[in-house]
């Protein structure tokens, strides 16, 4: 029969001996018979890279691999991300110690973790972007504008909104993706003038135009242009900055002008018909000095309502409509995603990635009537069997902001049957020192991030 090997037999051995410490992370790279399963990880043919992982670490801290993982080949492809970056997230996974890396890189490692689930390593890595000025702000605008980053966005959105001449100027606005432009278009105050903005915006197409040479200057802009408001613009302007851009049509461009002459509505399918403008932003009136930015001691805290981890959810059937109702407190809130479930890949027909829409009526209740509404539409493209958290933003790309000592009612409709769930008893109440919220019927909501 075989001897059992003692932890004092071990350290007998080293006695004098001071063995290095070596980062886990390290370790596991470097011990490939620990390895049971190979990535074959690039979005190009031409850059993939085979990388080996250990299953077990992968799928303990990350839904989506865990999904992923299930019942899988020896080797598994993924193509959204890079090998770079794909390592960091192993050695994040491992246990080990990242290495210094630029603020372009977090960005994408705070991206990928959040795609992945890998909650601890979005806040780690997006810590370590938080912008101070206009020249690093762009790393940490390409996370809050593609994710949810509570604890990134009001530092992103006061240097944006304060600073926006200098953002738009600068280099790196040129090398943005169509997700960032959307996010400084919709914004309701910036610092810049509605014609500084098209400009930086046919600056940005033209580039875009030669980079990507398959699309037209048009569809490159075409999901930002219901946030510009042409329609106030003077004639001159239009005629000058707009009209020889040909980005409009000849047909578009005389209706823009009759409008703007006639100082009437414009309506055109995806292109904005609001004729104000935009409001200017004073950095005096809501943050104090502009000298302040990045110092700014009022930034909101962000919390998270974890339903799941408050009481028992028991699962039901899908289903398309759910509501809850939430009653503030002494402050007001900002509501800033919603984690919902995404339907089992079993049902999805093996393919693992699909579309959600979701459309959720806000209805403010005072006296027991309705006495104002908002409507928020949340979705994207998704990955089944996990949880996915979902920015929060009104039609107009505004912020949801709850008043204080006051009662909303949220209804959410699918398009088509999600995970839903009930509460132990009917009617419960969930209560912190900001909100309480009460569960009506189904809930779909499993949490939700919100600022105070």
């Given at each position: 029969?075989g001897?059992?090997?003692?932890?004092?037999?071990v350290?007998?051995e080293?006695?004098?001996?001071?063995?290095a410490?070596?980062d886990?992370?390290?370790?596991i790279?470097n011990?490939?018979?620990?390895h049971?399963?190979?990535?074959?990880?690039?979005?190009?043919?031409?850059?993939?890279?085979?990388?080996s992982?250990?299953?077990?670490?992968?799928v303990?801290?990350?839904?989506?691999?865990?999904?992923?993982l299930?019942?899988s080949?020896?080797?598994?492809?993924v193509?959204d991300?890079?090998?770079?970056?794909?390592?960091?997230?192993?050695?994040?996974?491992?246990?080990?110690?990242?290495?210094?890396m630029?603020?372009?890189?977090?960005a994408q490692?705070?991206?990928a973790?959040c795609?992945y689930?890998?909650?601890?390593?979005?806040?780690?890595?997006s810590?370590?972007?938080?912008?101070?000025?206009?020249?690093?702000?762009?790393p940490?605008?390409?996370?809050?504008a593609?994710?949810?980053?509570?604890?990134l966005?009001?530092?992103?959105?006061?240097?944006?909104?304060?600073?926006?001449?200098e953002?738009?100027?600068?280099?790196?606005?040129?090398?943005?993706?169509?997700?960032?432009?959307?996010y400084?278009?919709?914004?309701?105050?910036?610092?810049?003038t509605?014609?500084?903005?098209?400009?930086?915006?046919?600056r940005?197409?033209?580039?875009?135009?030669?980079?990507?040479p398959?699309?037209?200057?048009?569809q490159?802009i075409q999901?930002?242009?219901p946030?510009?408001?042409?329609?106030?613009?003077?004639?001159?302007?239009?005629?000058?900055?707009?009209?020889?851009?040909?980005?409009?049509?000849a047909?578009?461009?005389?209706?823009?002008?009759?409008?703007?002459?006639?100082?009437?509505?414009?309506?055109?399918?995806?292109?904005?018909?609001i004729?104000?403008?935009r409001?200017?932003?004073?950095?005096?009136?809501?943050?104090?000095?502009?000298?302040?930015?990045?110092?700014?001691?009022?930034?909101k805290?962000s919390?998270?309502?974890?339903?799941?981890?408050?009481?028992?959810?028991?699962i039901?059937?899908?289903?398309?409509?759910s509501n809850?109702t939430?009653?503030?407190?002494e402050?007001?809130?900002?509501i800033?995603?919603?984690?919902?479930?995404s339907?089992?890949?079993?049902?999805l027909?093996?393919?693992?990635?699909?579309?959600?829409?979701?459309?959720?009526?806000?209805?403010k209740?005072?006296?027991?009537?309705?006495k104002?509404t908002f409507i928020?539409?949340i979705g994207?493209?998704?990955?089944?069997s996990?949880?996915?958290?979902?920015?929060?933003?009104?039609?107009?790309?505004?912020?949801?902001?709850l008043?204080?000592k006051?009662?909303?009612?949220?209804a959410f409709e699918y398009t088509a049957?999600?995970?839903?769930?009930?509460?132990?008893?009917?009617?419960?109440?969930l209560?912190?020192e900001?909100?309480s919220?009460k569960?009506?019927?189904?809930?779909?909501?499993?949490?939700?991030?919100?600022?105070?």
């Amino acid at each position: 029969m075989g001897s059992v090997k003692e932890t004092s037999d071990v350290t007998s051995e080293t006695t004098g001996e001071k063995t290095a410490y070596i980062d886990p992370a390290t370790f596991i790279m470097n011990h490939k018979t620990y390895h049971d399963l190979v990535f074959v990880v690039g979005k190009n043919e031409a850059d993939i890279e085979k990388i080996s992982a250990v299953k077990c670490y992968l799928v303990s801290q990350s839904s989506v691999f865990r999904e992923l993982l299930n019942d899988s080949e020896h080797e598994v492809r993924v193509r959204d991300i890079s090998p770079e970056i794909f390592k960091l997230m192993l050695i994040h996974m491992y246990g080990g110690k990242l290495p210094p890396m630029k603020q372009e890189t977090l960005a994408q490692l705070a991206l990928a973790a959040c795609f992945y689930n890998i909650q601890p390593l979005v806040v780690k890595a997006s810590i370590k972007i938080q912008p101070k000025s206009p020249e690093d702000v762009f790393p940490a605008l390409m996370c809050v504008a593609n994710v949810s980053c509570p604890n990134l966005e009001p530092h992103v959105l006061k240097i944006i909104q304060q600073k926006t001449t200098e953002v738009l100027s600068s280099d790196e606005f040129l090398s943005l993706d169509v997700k960032c432009l959307e996010y400084i278009f919709r914004q309701e105050k910036l610092s810049a003038t509605e014609l500084e903005l098209w400009k930086a915006l046919v600056r940005w197409t033209e580039k875009k135009a030669i980079e990507e040479p398959e699309k037209t200057r048009r569809q490159h802009i075409q999901t930002i242009l219901p946030y510009v408001r042409l329609n106030s613009f003077t004639p001159v302007e239009i005629g000058k900055e707009v009209a020889s851009t040909r980005i409009l049509t000849a047909e578009e461009g005389m209706k823009l002008l009759t409008a703007v002459t006639s100082n009437q509505p414009w309506e055109l399918f995806g292109i904005c018909s609001i004729q104000e403008k935009r409001e200017k932003f004073d950095s005096t009136q809501e943050n104090g000095s502009s000298d302040d930015v990045g110092n700014d001691t009022n930034v909101k805290t962000s919390h998270l309502f974890d339903i799941a981890n408050l009481t028992t959810l028991n699962i039901v059937e899908s289903n398309t409509v759910s509501n809850l109702t939430v009653h503030t407190l002494e402050k007001e809130i900002e509501i800033v995603s919603f984690r919902f479930e995404s339907n089992p890949i079993e049902i999805l027909g093996g393919h693992p990635v699909y579309s959600l829409k979701c459309a959720v009526t806000v209805s403010k209740i005072q006296s027991g009537f309705c006495k104002e509404t908002f409507i928020v539409e949340i979705g994207g493209m998704i990955i089944g069997s996990s949880d996915i958290d979902f920015p929060v933003k009104l039609r107009n790309g505004q912020p949801l902001i709850l008043e204080a000592k006051s009662i909303y009612n949220f209804a959410f409709e699918y398009t088509a049957p999600h995970p839903a769930y009930t509460l132990p008893s009917p009617n419960t109440s969930l209560d912190n020192e900001q909100i309480s919220v009460k569960f009506n019927t189904l809930t779909h909501v499993k949490a939700f991030n919100y600022q105070v």
